[in-house]
Each structure stands twice: as C-alpha cells, then as structure tokens.
C-alpha cells in the first residue's frame, strides 16, 4: 500500500509491470455521502472527471492486460473517449446491479440501482476463464457500515478480479480509499500495488488487511488440524485410499 498522489506514483513506476488496472476514480461530481447522519469528507480531486492518470496506467499495463474502471452515467463519455486517447480499446460496459436504489430527484428521477463499469485492454487480451456476463449483482455497503463515501463491496471486486486475472498476478488500484481491491486481491491470491492519497484511508486499508491476514491464518490452521487428523494412507481401509488427491482451489 501507498500512500501518495497517483500521479506522481504511476509516473515512477515500470513499463508494462502489471496484468490489471481496477479502480475507481474521481468522477467530477463533487460527491458528499451521509453515513450514519454524518456528513463524510468530500473526495479529493472529484471538482472534474479525473482522467489524468490513464496514460501513465496504459504505459504500465502488460500488453495484454486489462482496465476495469469504475464511472456514472453522465461522466461516462469523458472517460471512454480519455481511454481512447491514451490507446486503450473499451470493450464492455459491465453492469453493478446493487440490489437496492438510492435517493436522488424521488420525484422526477428513475430510482438508481446500478453502477457502471467500463472495461477496457491494450492488447490481444483474452479472459483466463469462464467469459463473464456484463452485468454482476452484488449487495451495497450498508449506509451504516461504510468507510468511505463511495465504498464498493469486497464481493464485487472479488469478482470483477477473478473474470480478468489469474493467481498471482499483479493489480493496479490508483484510487484505493478504504481498500476493496486490496482487500480482494489478499483474498483471491493476487499481488496488488493500492494507491492512496488521504492518510485516514491509508490507515483504515491497514487495517483491514491485518484482518484479512489474521482470517487467513486461522483458517489455514483449521485445514491443517483438519488434515492432520485424518488417518495416513498405511492405516486407512482400501476404498477410502481410492478416493484420490484433494486440493483447495483458491478462489472456491
């Protein structure tokens, strides 16, 4: 994790070096949340469409690697043609369904259930997987539980990062805010490089990874003792040595 302006960090960093740039940036809209009945510091940079950053990440990017950029409706055109100008290819527009609306105009104004997502490559990109739908549906960070005003869920980032990248390989965020992609890549065997420039932010991605490592640990302990109690091949009756070689995937 670093803490600094993306800006200046993905100028110093290598050419080609990362398989996956995931990230939600600024979209200009001058966004305040309200968690809580608290009214949450506005987003740094957020007075206009911050597209300043995707040059730098298409130097960095793999040849085939890929973008997932995070936008809204009405500043979508300004990102797609900045994409386009620093020689990405957009693909897909992918659908965020969040399982519930939000407020906005409740009178004169569809209710808004949806985020969306552009997705975008560099090369002859090809999905390691199973060829993913364009829209996903996850459940939105309750109100009461947010850290950040724009918060996304965990789930989905774990999702959008195993549609477009392999175990081990290594995710871009330039806009990290509380640390869903960090969080996501630790939980699906990804390496990651999570850039943030407000210090509070920094400290809470800290700790969510402390937690996310302790989880870990618990739970490979709990496969351990699990494994280790299980009788060894010389002492188990013939049909249970038939039954062959467990493994644990790690995105299962």
Not at 98 to 115: I, L, N, S, Y
Request: charged letters at 25%; hydrophobic letters at 35%; a neutral charge.
């Amino acid at each position: 994790m670093i803490h600094g302006d993306s800006l200046s960090v993905l100028r110093q960093m290598q050419d080609e070096s990362v398989d996956a740039i995931i990230t939600d940036p600024p979209y200009g809209i001058d966004y305040q949340s309200k968690a809580r009945n608290i009214r949450m510091a506005k987003i740094q940079n957020d007075k206009a469409p911050f597209i300043w950053w995707l040059y730098d990440a298409f130097r960095i990017l793999k040849p085939e690697g890929s973008l997932i950029c995070f936008t809204r409706w009405d500043v979508q055109q300004t990102f797609i043609d900045a994409m386009h100008i620093a020689g990405f290819t957009v693909k897909s527009e992918v659908i965020w369904y969040k399982m519930a609306h939000g407020a906005g105009d409740c009178k004169a104004q569809f209710a808004p259930a949806h985020e969306n997502i552009l997705f975008a490559t560099k090369g002859k990109f090809q999905f390691p997987g199973k060829r993913p739908t364009d829209v996903v549906q996850h459940m939105k960070v309750n109100s009461s539980k947010l850290v950040h005003p724009n918060e996304k869920p965990v789930a989905l980032l774990e999702d959008l990062i195993t549609s477009v990248t392999k175990p081990g390989d290594l995710i871009c965020d330039p806009f990290a805010g509380s640390g869903p992609t960090a969080v996501a890549a630790e939980k699906t065997g990804r390496q990651y490089i999570v850039i943030e420039i407000e210090a509070t932010h920094c400290d809470t991605i800290n700790n969510r990874l402390v937690e996310v490592r302790k989880e870990e640990a618990h739970i490979g302990k709990s496969i351990s003792r699990s494994v280790s109690s299980e009788p060894q091949a010389s002492d188990a009756p013939e049909e249970a040595r038939c039954v062959g070689n467990r493994s644990r995937s790690g995105n299962g």
